[in-house]
């Protein structure tokens, strides 16, 4: 197991150099110098000299090897570099924005597992009842709705229209003066809907894999089994099938995870929510390369550690699973 | 002797054969046929096509047919000709019509005897009015103005087949590229095998949302470019697809027996074992045309899809956004044609899989 771990962290980190690579190409070949954008002054001579000194002091006048090269060597030293925007470290930037979404990203898929986990249950037991078709159609739809198409309606009905939840930033503008109490109320108020944005979607899809899931537990033969040996029936759900069903779905969070980080740049920028997906935007805007680098890096990162996880997870949960 | 039976006409072996075997899509066609909510996917998408192919129809500023000053003018049938390359010298628009200082809204008059055969929906998708912004549905706009008096109906119109085509052009790119990677994979193994489970893991794992947005940087944000990234990006999950179905094939007897017979690689691969490859990897390629809409529209929104002035239901949404408090009708009807379309894919694909997957239909 550990061995595995350790072979599948190295292969991780060829994948990251990978992944670097395309991505320090791509941004490097973006039309436009970040020089130039930032030294645009009144004086064309003005302007060429202060582009000059800025394109030294990125380092935007070496070759793209070299310069790749070093930012790896920055990286292995822990150094994300400095922004192009306003020369702070963009590692604090990054420490910064990482709160905000991976607080919502984890919240969402408790409470998307919570939420999904018995409506799927219910549904398998009570297979082809009214709920299962009710719950069934009804999620069906969800699914198909867009987070960012959710957001802009709930935004309109329920923060515009009826003005019950904020839906702007982080916290309020007197959050400094607020109780304890107060700052937790505000908090929640202004992360319901986007974590609910996040959530919805999952909990459609979870809830049907649930559901096929125990279908097909509850069709094997230690069930009947238990059944027939006089078991009750909500013990042999909740027992016998449910664990079973739970081991698949672990590997979902594989898959989710990186769908989370990634898909967090509208809903972020549409809730104005100071994340990781706002701060790579905001990167792209101001052609920010280190920033843009950093961010990118880091929900790699962060999709590699989720799906090496989620195979853990499988392994620890499911004994008939070993990777030797 | 041999009475004359009844009148059976001997049909050829082929017709009898045909009349046996329907065949793999045959039998799932008939599946297909009897799967209720795959049929009202496919009748969501007829009618999506219908609008996508016969935009011009639906709504213009200009008439369909109409006689001006005693003659016949066609230009809204003739206009979308002349996308075919060299049918301009064939049909042209008429005169007055040509310009786009003519209004023949105004310049049609019943009372000289004019007469014309308008759109559903009279309005261009770029024709602005500064007289009329942010109005709410009328009876003259039926689903309102935009934040520069455009008609929101008639561009939901004209954004219907960028959205279609984005959809399935990225897909097809991706299908491409997906189905040849993927089986040259499953059915080479070896090096070739490592070196694209390499390159499908680092797809994984890169940021696929950020690195479109720093694609379309590199590439002008033209509609092109735009499915022409989508589908770079999108195609792992097919080659993995087909990369196990090849890995299942390639042991069977019939591919054993097209190599003893000496058929090059390309030939079995591409000719005897990717056609029983493609059913599992259809149903994914559906849901990635709903997938493609749904990013496509997500990058309008953003600004980085389809540039202004074209009409997406991103940019739709977009402006309905920018103008949540003063006009919000706008938000609604772009959010509902992205959830009908993205539904209408997810559908299909759902019934694809049911019909297509041996081990779900038994023996019907």
């Known amino acids: ?324 | 002797m041999t009475e004359p039976g009844p009148a059976t006409a001997t049909p050829d072996r082929a017709t009898l054969a045909a009349r046996v075997n329907p065949g793999f899509w045959g039998l799932a066609w008939r599946r297909y046929r009897r799967h209720p909510t795959g049929m009202i996917g496919l009748a969501l998408f007829a009618a999506m096509m219908l609008v996508a192919l016969f935009t011009p129809f639906f709504a213009g500023r200009q008439p369909l047919i109409c006689s001006y000053e005693g003659e016949i003018h066609m230009r809204a049938v003739i206009e979308p000709l002349h996308k075919i390359p060299g049918a301009e010298h064939v049909v042209s628009v008429s005169k007055p019509f040509r310009y786009p200082s003519f209004s023949p809204r105004e310049a049609i008059d019943e009372a000289k005897g004019d007469w014309a055969v308008w759109p559903l929906v009279p309005w261009g998708p770029n024709e602005t009015n500064p007289l009329g912004k942010l109005k709410a549905p009328s009876e003259a706009h039926l689903l309102g103005t935009d934040d520069v008096g455009r008609d929101v109906l008639s561009r939901m119109i004209h954004a219907t087949p960028i959205a279609l085509m984005i959809g399935f052009v990225a897909m097809g790119i991706a299908t491409v590229i997906g189905l040849t990677a993927g089986a040259l994979a499953g059915y080479l193994g070896g090096r070739v095998d490592i070196g694209v489970s390499r390159v499908i893991e680092v797809f994984i794992c890169v940021p696929v949302f950020y690195v479109i947005l720093i694609a379309l940087l590199v590439a002008e944000p033209s509609i092109w470019n735009v499915m022409i990234v989508l589908g770079l990006f999108s195609w792992t999950g097919i080659a993995r697809y087909t990369r196990a179905e090849m890995m299942k094939l390639q042991g069977q007897d019939y591919a054993l027996a097209a190599r003893a017979l000496g058929a090059s690689t390309p030939r079995i691969v591409f000719r005897h074992l990717l056609p029983n490859a493609l059913a599992p990897v259809l149903v994914v390629v559906a849901f990635g045309v709903a997938g493609a809409i749904f990013v496509e529209s997500g990058l309008s929104w953003l600004g980085f899809g389809v540039q202004p002035p074209q009409a997406t239901w991103g940019s739709i949404l977009r402006t309905g956004w920018d103008n949540l408090r003063a006009a919000p009708h706008i938000i609604f009807p772009p959010s509902a044609a992205i959830f009908i379309a993205v539904l209408t894919m997810n559908l299909i694909g759902d019934a694809l899989r049911d019909v297509t997957d041996p081990r779900l239909t038994g023996s019907a």
């Open chain 1, 1 to 324: 197991m550990l061995q595995y771990a350790i072979r599948r962290i190295l292969i991780g980190f060829v994948t990251l150099v990978g992944v670097t690579m395309i991505v320090f190409a791509l941004i490097n070949a973006i039309p436009g110098d970040p020089a130039a954008l930032q030294s645009d002054v009144q004086d064309p001579e003005m302007s060429a000299r202060m582009a000059e000194m800025l394109r030294k002091h990125f380092e935007l006048d070496k070759p793209l090897h070299e310069r790749y090269v070093s930012w790896v060597g920055k990286m292995a030293r822990g150094d994300f570099g400095t922004s192009f925007q306003d020369g702070r470290p963009v590692g604090a930037k990054i420490v910064a924005r990482l709160a905000p979404t991976m607080s919502i990203a984890t919240l969402s898929v408790i409470l998307g597992m919570l939420a999904a986990i018995p409506i799927g249950l219910v549904q398998g037991v009570r297979h082809n009842g009214w709920f299962d078709r009710l719950s069934g159609v009804a999620l069906y739809m969800m699914f198909a709705v867009p987070s960012y198409v959710a957001a802009v309606l709930l935004i309109y009905t329920v923060g515009v229209q009826w003005d019950l939840l904020p839906f702007r930033g982080l916290k309020s503008d007197g959050y400094e003066g607020l109780s304890a109490l107060g700052k937790a109320q505000d908090l929640i108020a202004h992360g319901t809907l986007i974590t609910f944005c996040y959530t919805y979607a999952s909990v459609a899809f979870d809830s049907r894999f649930v559901r096929g899931t125990l279908l097909e537990v509850l069709r094997q033969d230690y069930i009947r089994t238990a059944r027939a040996k006089g078991v009750a029936e909500h013990v042999v759900v909740l027992k016998h099938a449910f664990r079973n069903t739970f081991i698949p779905l672990l590997t979902r969070l594989g898959s989710l995870v990186p769908a989370l980080i990634s898909g967090s740049v509208i809903l972020e920028v549409i809730f104005n929510w100071p994340g990781l997906g706002r701060l790579f935007f905001e990167g792209i805007l101001a052609r920010d390369y280190p920033v843009m680098m950093a961010s990118c890096l880091i929900s790699s990162v962060l999709t590699l550690a989720g799906i090496l996880l989620a195979d853990l997870l499988y392994a620890v949960a499911d004994p008939r699973i070993r990777y030797d």
